[in-house]
C-alpha cells in the first residue's frame, strides 16, 4: 500500500504541476476516492456514471456496478467502501 500511495502522489503532483489530465484505471475504490477528482463507472462497456466522486458516488451506484452490496460510511471525516 505505500507505494501505490507514493506512486498516486506523485502522478498527482506532476499532474498538477505540468498542467495535465491523466487518466488512470484503478480497482481499488478507496484510493480512487482519496486522489480522483473526477470518476467513470461503467459495465458491460456501457458508461453508468461519470463526475466529481460527491456527485456520482452512491451506495446505489456501487451495487449495480459490482452486484454486491457497497457501503459508504464517514471515518475521520473521509470516506470509506465496506463490503
Known amino acids: 500500500m505505500k507505494h501505490e500511495v507514493e506512486i498516486l502522489e506523485l ?3 506532476l ?18 476516492l482519496k486522489y480522483a ?4 463507472f461503467m459495465k458491460a462497456g456501457a458508461v453508468l456514471a ?15 456496478v459490482y ?5 459508504i460510511r464517514a471515518v475521520d471525516g473521509r470516506r470509506v467502501l465496506l463490503r
Open 37 to 40: 477528482d473526477a470518476m467513470v
Open 11 to 13: 502522478v498527482r503532483r
Open 15 to 32: 499532474a498538477r504541476e505540468a498542467g495535465k489530465t491523466v487518466v488512470c484505471t484503478l480497482h481499488n475504490l478507496d484510493m480512487a
Open 50 to 64: 461519470a463526475g466529481p466522486p460527491d456527485a456520482v458516488l452512491s451506495e446505489a451506484l456501487l451495487e449495480k
Open 67 to 71: 452486484d454486491i452490496p457497497i457501503r
